[in-house]
C-alpha cells in the first residue's frame, strides 16, 4: 500500500517556542516535511528580542503519522512544543449545529403571538385543517436525518452515540448546501420493526425523512417499509445518494473514452445497500451488464447464500473479484480498502474506468494505477474526482421538498444524476473533472428542478 496523501482529516495546530534567531523556523518546517507533513498556515503569535511564539497548522495522512511530526518537532534543540491540538476534534467539540429561534422575542406581544395565547389558534387551524402544518410550522423544511448507527461510514457498527457527529454532519450540509433544517435523530434500537415504528411516530414533525448509516439487508425492509407507511419522502442517502452521485460521474466518465452505457461492461464491489442500489439506478439508466461482487466472489446464480436483493443480481457465471474484472469496462468498488491489485486493473478493457469509492481508504489507491486508467475517481476530497452525496442529497430533499413530494422515485434520482453530469460540460470535461465541485453552487439548485419536474411528471407531487 502506497502511503496516503495528508489531509484536513487529521489535521494539528502546533504551539511552539523558539529563540529570535534568524533561520530557527526553517529546522521546524524541514522537520516537518521529512516526517510527511504537509504545512499549512503559520502564524505569529508573539514576537520578543529573545524569542517568538508561532502557532502551524499541518496535515498528516493517520494519528501515527501524525504523533511522528509532533516527536520530530520536539526533538529540534532549542524549541518547545507549548500546544498539540487536534484541529478535526477541535471542531467537533460541543457539537457543530444549534437551534435558533427564526423570530425575535421583544416584546409582549411577540411573545403573546408566538407562544400562548396567540399559538392556540394556529394548533386550532392546523386541527380543523391539517395540510396547513406545512404552512404554519416548520414541517415544510425540515428532515429528520435517522439512523441506529450499526453502519457508521466505513468502521462498522458503532451504535447511536458514535454516529451522532455524522448525523450532526449531515445535518450541516443540509443547511448549507440545500437551505434545509435538519435534526440528528440516533436511535438506541437495532430492531427493524423498532426503527420503522419509531420513525412513524415522529413523521408528524418533519417534511421527509433522511436514513442514514443503517446495515444492509435491514435498510432495505426499513426504507420499503417506510415509503409505504408514510406520506412524505424517505430517502437512504447510503444507497440512492451514492448511486446518483456515481451515474453521474459515469455517464461523464464514458464520454471521456467514447462508450456507451448499454455496451460496457460494469463490475461493482460490494453487494451492500449502495452496491445493490447502484446496479439498480444503472439499469434504469440502460446498463444490461452488471456483474455484482462480495466477500466471497461474483454474485452467481450457482450460489446458495444470496439474500433477496442479492438474488436479484445474480449472474451466470461464477469466480473471484479478479475474474470478474478481466475484460470488464468499469469497476465501481463501495466495499473494502485495498482489495484491487494493479494487475486486476491491468486485466481490465482498454481505456478502463475505476471508480474506488471506500472510504477512508479506497480498494486501490490511485497512485498505484495513474498510467493504467482512462479515468479516476475515489470518495475522498484529496484526490480528483470526489464522489461525494453532498452533490444529491441536498438538492433531492429542496426538490422534494419544495412541490410536498409524497415519495422519491427512481425517475426522480435517475433525472438527478443527469442534472448533476450536465454542469460538466464539454469544455471542462477530463479525467480529472467528471463531476462539479460540491462547492459549486449551481448543483442544488439544479437537482432541486430537475427532482421537482420528475416528481410531476411521476404524479407525486401534492404542490
Known amino acids: 500500500m502506497a502511503n496516503l496523501n495528508p489531509n484536513a482529516s487529521y489535521s494539528l495546530a502546533l504551539t511552539i517556542e523558539l529563540p529570535n534567531i534568524a533561520g530557527t523556523l526553517s529546522y521546524v518546517t524541514q522537520a516537518i516535511a521529512a516526517a510527511g507533513g504537509s504545512l499549512g498556515q503559520i502564524s505569529l503569535i508573539e514576537h520578543t528580542l529573545k524569542i517568538t511564539r508561532r502557532e502551524i497548522t499541518i496535515d498528516a495522512s493517520s494519528e501515527e503519522q501524525a504523533e511522528k511530526i509532533?516527536?520530530?518537532?520536539?526533538?529540534?534543540?532549542?524549541?518547545?512544543?507549548?500546544?498539540v491540538s487536534d484541529r478535526t476534534f477541535e471542531l467537533h467539540r460541543k457539537g457543530k449545529i444549534t437551534v435558533n429561534s427564526r423570530?425575535?422575542?421583544?416584546?409582549?406581544?411577540?411573545?403573546?403571538?408566538?407562544?400562548t395565547p396567540g399559538v392556540g389558534r394556529i394548533c386550532q387551524a392546523i386541527a380543523r385543517e391539517p395540510s396547513k402544518v406545512y404552512e404554519l410550522t416548520i414541517k415544510n423544511n425540515t428532515v429528520a436525518v435517522v439512523t441506529d448507527g450499526s453502519a457508521v461510514l466505513g468502521l462498522g457498527n458503532l451504535g447511536p452515540e458514535a454516529a451522532l457527529p455524522v448525523m450532526e454532519g449531515k445535518a450541516m450540509l443540509f443547511k448549507e448546501f440545500g437551505g434545509i433544517d435538519a435534526f440528528p435523530i440516533c436511535l438506541a434500537t437495532q430492531d427493524t420493526e423498532e426503527i420503522i415504528e419509531t420513525v412513524k411516530r415522529i413523521a408528524p414533525v418533519f417534511g421527509g425523512v433522511n436514513l442514514e448509516d443503517i446495515s444492509a439487508p435491514r435498510c432495505f425492509e426499513i426504507e420499503e417499509r417506510l415509503r409505504k407507511e408514510l406520506d412524505i419522502p424517505v430517502f437512504h442517502d447510503d444507497q440512492h445518494g451514492t448511486a446518483i452521485?456515481?451515474?453521474?460521474?459515469?455517464?461523464?466518465?464514458?464520454?471521456?473514452?467514447?462508450?456507451?452505457?448499454e455496451e460496457v461492461r460494469i463490475v461493482i464491489n460490494g453487494a451492500g445497500a449502495a452496491g445493490v442500489a447502484i446496479a439498480s439506478l444503472l439499469q434504469a439508466a440502460g446498463a444490461t451488464t452488471i456483474w455484482l461482487c462480495d466477500t466471497k466472489g461474483i454474485l452467481s446464480t450457482s450460489r446458495t447464500d444470496l439474500n433477496p436483493q442479492k438474488q436479484a443480481y445474480a449472474v451466470n457465471a461464477s469466480g473471484s473479484l479478479a475474474d470478474a474484472m478481466q475484460g470488464a469496462d468499469i469497476f465501481l468498488g463501495v466495499s473494502a480498502p485495498g482489495v484491487v491489485t494493479p494487475e486486476m486493473v491491468r486485466s481490465m478493457a482498454k481505456d478502463p474506468i475505476v471508480f474506488a469509492m471506500a472510504n477512508p481508504i479506497p480498494e486501490i489507491q490511485p497512485e498505484l494505477i495513474t498510467d493504467d486508467v482512462a479515468v479516476m475517481a475515489t470518495g475522498r476530497s484529496d484526490y480528483p474526482?470526489?464522489?461525494?452525496?453532498?452533490?444529491?442529497?441536498?438538492?433531492?430533499?429542496?426538490?422534494?421538498?419544495?412541490?410536498?413530494?409524497?415519495?422519491?422515485?427512481?425517475?426522480?434520482?435517475?433525472?438527478?444524476?443527469?442534472?448533476?453530469?450536465?454542469?460538466?460540460?464539454?469544455?471542462?470535461?477530463?479525467?480529472?473533472?467528471?463531476?462539479?465541485?460540491?462547492?459549486?453552487?449551481?448543483?442544488?439548485?439544479?437537482?432541486?428542478?430537475?427532482?421537482?419536474?420528475?416528481?410531476?411528471?411521476?404524479?407525486?407531487?401534492?404542490?
Open 245 to 261: 452521485v456515481t451515474l453521474a460521474a459515469l455517464f461523464n466518465a464514458l464520454k471521456l473514452v467514447q462508450k456507451t452505457i
Open 103 to 115: 423570530l425575535p422575542l421583544t416584546s409582549q406581544s411577540d411573545l403573546a403571538m408566538a407562544y
Open 70 to 83: 509532533v516527536s520530530a518537532v520536539r526533538e529540534i534543540p532549542n524549541v518547545k512544543v507549548i500546544k
Open 385 to 463: 474526482n470526489q464522489i461525494n452525496n453532498v452533490l444529491a442529497f441536498p438538492g433531492v430533499f429542496r426538490g422534494a421538498l419544495d412541490c410536498r413530494a409524497k415519495t422519491i422515485t427512481e425517475h426522480m434520482c435517475l433525472e438527478a444524476a443527469k442534472a448533476i453530469a450536465s454542469l460538466v460540460t464539454s469544455n471542462n470535461l477530463d479525467r480529472e473533472h467528471i463531476v462539479p465541485s460540491v462547492f459549486d453552487q449551481r448543483v442544488a439548485p439544479a437537482v432541486a428542478s430537475a427532482v421537482q419536474l420528475a416528481a410531476r411528471q411521476d404524479g407525486v407531487a401534492t404542490q
